[in-house]
């Protein structure tokens, strides 16, 4: 038996510093490189070997969970959780279950990521209330379960001791995945616990067998309460209780159970029953038990180790040493010495970038604010010998620790007092619009559209040409004159097409912004943008959000003059396009010394400026886009009101100064609506486009049901997935639209930006998508 590290991290950013990954994957789908394994097979060796250096010394401290494409796509590949669609994938993966990163079995896995041809990929979600986003298995009575094989096998034969494999664990696999197509009414995966054990067990004795001495496994559905009843709360932490106590056997590994982005006591008492070694709790996002709880902990964990999450994995701010080692302490005390308490990261780092010194362009002042992943690493090994040998053991990093928060405090850009000044003196009044109806009437006027309006969600293919010319404006050799001709070239062209395609209301592509929300932030004061801070969203696709560490002013106008050139080219409406306050805070890593509620206001006005500034310029459709508003949705019921006053009142707040003929569009994705449509109506857009064609616009019964009467543009086109939908397959959906909803409030567009896209299929989809629409127009005149 080997004791559980006294100091880990739950997982480690998996792209690679260079985004190494994220260029071999690339490369491997589009026929340019080879088998994207050697590039995987060097990362999982040197963050293996870096993450000791940064001192996770110990056996079992460095978590392997190294993905191709994403974690949960991992479990439904090594259990055979395939659909139908995906039949013959699911041939070559068993026949590869040896080698699973063979270019056959690579290929496999990823068709079933990306789709191809007429089978549309596994939906694509949000992982819980983070930016990352997984593919949602599809279970029904039909799905077969069994042991394919996984490259963590391999891997922990070979990286040894330092290793503990990290797998999502088999209840949250399941409470995370919907009904197979096959799956009658009202059927719950979860009815397939029992049999997915099965498979987890044979997955566990491998690893056991081929050395690991410790596994991981994360059951974060534990923390949510969403969509449950208090009697399917009970049935899930049952579950929980029978899934461990199955497995926690002589036969498997040591097991951890880690409980992330949130806190879940009752699913802690549930573990102690069972044989299961360690729990690990978040007490960071999550509330810090209270003494009456570490006493119930106390027997119950007797024996087995606590660890504790107190350094954050979703943010970049250094940590508070003092405050931690006192939560630490106090559970300590709380539990007792008969259970061992150990130190980690609330979740995995995979949500941070890899590491703040790379950020030479920062003043020293800002770096000295911030922690990155290897900064967390350090952090967590530094907590864990205070805990062990007492403050003076690191005397000089609680001194380090406390100098950087008083640096920051006393910044004189984190508070400026006439922002403060304008955000108390918002009214209600400046947060509501006029009548709804009476605005309809106002825009159908001024706009003239057609039924079923056909647009795009904002964003164009950024092309070679776009990014050869942002590269050589960044780096001087080219002038601003030169640039701006560049980019007014691209938008000259993206309107053109559109009005060749026959779409409706134009967009002007978006060809001078690097990233929709860090666009915003380089033009806010009160951000700070990195040049390496990249972090996974799915697969291949990497973000780099900006850090918003100050109070937010505007000092100038910042897409007024693009809109209004855009606009001058075309007789037809050309949206201007601004990113919403949730979303650019979703999207950032935000200070978190003030309220939320306060930087959205704070972004809500500032956004409100910019929006006056485009009616000035004779713009009449306006989209604010918050594709993010869901994914900051707490994971408690208790919490989710107090969030959507806020996050509604800042939409709100930059949106309801506009006029009644000014059209105001909005965006939203990857959201499981049906539980935020309230929240969607009463940010009283104008116009909302939604993500909805990999769930087959599962959506369109909630919107119904809850009598919404407002423009609603349910997405057509999935745009994270390859393929070129069929004109036949669109009209399917447009018909699904049109049946559930007035037909008057229906908009045509794809789900998302187009950014990520060639214009080869780009071109393609719209064609097929206006050519759908016509035929369903047809439909409605006779």
């Known amino acids: 038996m080997t004791r559980f590290p006294s100091a880990t991290v739950l997982g480690y950013p998996r792209i690679g510093a260079n985004r190494e990954l994220k260029r071999a994957l690339e490369s491997f789908w ?47 590949i090594a259990t055979g959780a395939l659909p139908s669609r995906f039949a013959p994938e699911r041939e070559v993966l068993r026949e590869q279950a040896a ?19 007429d089978r549309p ?10 930016n990352y986003h997984y593919l949602v298995p599809e279970i029904g009575p039909e799905t077969s379960f069994a042991w394919l094989g996984s490259l963590r096998v391999a891997t922990a034969q070979r990286l040894g001791d330092p290793t503990r494999p990290v797998l999502v664990g088999p209840v949250t696999f399941l409470a995370l995945a919907k009904a197979s197509e096959e799956a009658p009414e009202g059927y719950n995966p979860l009815d397939r616990l029992d049999d997915l054990l099965a498979v987890y067990a044979q997955y566990l004795a491998a690893l056991k067998e081929a050395g690991a001495q410790w596994v991981q496994l994360d059951e974060p559905a534990l923390v949510t309460d969403r969509h449950r009843t208090p009697q399917e709360r009970s049935a899930l932490v049952e579950a929980l209780r029978r899934a461990y106590t199955a497995l926690a056997t002589p036969e498997a590994p040591q097991l951890a159970v880690a409980l992330t982005y949130g806190h879940a006591f009752d699913a802690v008492y549930a573990l102690a029953q069972t044989d299961v070694q360690a729990v690990i709790i978040d007490v960071v996002r999550g509330t810090v038990p209270g003494s009456e709880e570490l006493q119930r902990w106390a027997g119950a964990l007797a024996s087995k180790t606590l660890g504790v999450g107190v350094v954050s994995g979703r943010n970049i701010w250094r940590a508070d040493l003092d405050e931690a080692l006192s939560t630490l302490r106090t559970i300590k005390e709380g539990v007792g010495a008969d259970v061992n ?45 205070g805990l062990a040998d007492g403050d003076e053991a690191i005397t000089e990093e609680l001194v380090a620790a406390r100098a950087a928060a008083a640096s920051r405090a006393a910044h004189p850009g984190v508070e400026k007092q006439e922002v403060r000044a304008a955000t108390a003196a918002v009214t209600e009044e400046q947060r509501t619009r006029g009548d709804a109806a009476e605005r309809h009437e106002a825009q159908a006027a001024a706009l003239g559209l057609p039924v079923l309006p056909t647009t795009t969600i904002g964003s164009f293919p950024q092309t070679d040409e776009i990014r050869r010319a942002r590269a050589a404006h960044r780096s001087g050799k080219i ?105 650019i805070m979703a999207w950032s890593f935000v200070r978190e010394d003030i309220p939320w509620g ?26 604010v886009d918050e594709p ?32 009644p003929a000014t059209s105001i569009h909005t965006h939203l994705c990857y959201s499981d609506f049906a539980t935020i449509v309230d929240a969607i109506d009463r940010l009283d857009a104008d116009v909302t486009s939604i993500e909805a064609s990999r769930s087959k616009l599962k959506v369109l019964p909630a919107v119904a049901e809850h009598g919404f009467h407002r423009g609603l543009g349910p997405g057509v086109w999935d745009i994270h997935s390859a393929r070129v939908p069929s004109t036949e397959e669109i009209v399917e959906l447009l018909r699904v639209a049109v049946g559930a909803l007035d037909p008057q409030q229906v908009w045509v567009n794809p789900d998302c930006g187009l950014k990520t896209r060639g214009w080869e299929e780009t071109s393609a989809t719209l064609r097929n998508l206006v050519a759908a629409t016509a035929i369903v127009r047809g439909d409605l005149s006779n």
């Open 598 to 623: 306060e930087v959205a206001d704070q972004l809500g006005l500032a956004l409100r400026a910019e929006v006056g500034d485009l009616e000035a310029a004779g713009i009449k459709v306006i989209q």
């Open 479 to 583: 002038d601003d004159q030169a640039y701006e001709e560049a980019m007014k070239k691209e938008i000259a062209e993206v309107i053109a097409a559109q009005e060749e395609i026959g779409l409706d209301v134009l967009v002007h592509g978006e060809a001078e912004r690097n990233d929709m929300v860090q666009y915003f932030a380089e033009n806010f004061e009160g951000f700070a943008t990195t040049a390496h801070g990249w972090v996974q969203s799915y697969g291949s696709r990497c973000t780099r959000p900006s850090i918003l560490w100050g109070d937010v002013t505007r000092p100038q106008a910042i897409t007024v003059e693009w809109s209004r050139y855009a606009q001058s080219l075309s007789e037809r409406p050309v949206k201007g396009m601004l990113t919403g306050p949730v979303t």
């Open 30 to 76: 589009s026929g340019r490189g080879g088998n994207p394994a050697e590039t995987a097979e060097e990362l999982r060796t040197v963050r293996t070997q870096r993450l000791v250096d940064l001192g996770l010394t110990e056996d079992a401290g460095v978590p392997e969970d190294f993905s191709y494409y994403d974690q949960v796509l991992d479990i439904t």
């Open 99 to 117: 080698t699973p990163e063979s270019e056959e079995a690579l290929r496999a896995q990823f068709t079933v990521a990306r789709g191809q041809g």
């Open 121 to 130: 990929a596994l939906e694509l979600t949000k992982w819980f209330d983070s």
């Open 341 to 385: 308490v150990a130190v980690t990261t609330s979740t995995s780092l995979q949500h941070v970038p890899h590491d703040a010194e790379r950020e030479t362009h920062f003043d020293e002042q800002l770096r000295s604010w911030l922690s990155f992943a290897d900064q967390k690493v350090r952090e967590v090994a530094v907590l864990a010998r």
């Open 628 to 659: 993010a508003i869901r994914e900051l949705l707490p994971l408690r019921e208790e919490d989710r009101e107090e969030y959507l006053e806020w996050s509604v009142g800042s939409f709100r707040l930059a949106t309801a100064g506009a006029a």
